[in-house]
């Protein structure tokens, strides 16, 4: 799903889809309910996450491992939903930066104990 570039050069975005109000009052409209449902999701993965390391019990810790998987696809479509319609921007980082951290990182590495 290729984005649009707008204004901003390091903004990847797509066009937003559908009429949003210019003025908005206090009824949710589309992207309202996708917001508070990813918003909602990303709370539930961070808590699932705790949960599912810290369960004792074996079959708990399965319920809350696939629980907190579908949780987390479940915010990628919305985040994909919300990209798609042009309510979610990114912006790109500088290819320099990344360069930075990439040899940063790597370095690293030779630590590892393994």
Known sequence: MPGQQAQNPNE??????GQLPQVKGPEMNDRDFLNDGLATCKLLTDNFNVAVREASHEQLHADMLQ??????????DLFNLMFQNG????????????????????????QFPY
Request: charged content about 20%; aromatic content about 10%; proline content about 2%.
């Open 12 to 17: 990847i975005a797509n066009p937003q889809s």
């Open 67 to 76: 629980i907190l998987t579908e949780t987390h696809q479940s915010a990628r």
């Open 87 to 110: 309510w979610y921007k990114l912006e790109a980082e500088e290819q320099q930066k990344i360069q930075q951290a990439q040899q940063q990182f790597s370095g690293y590495s030779s």
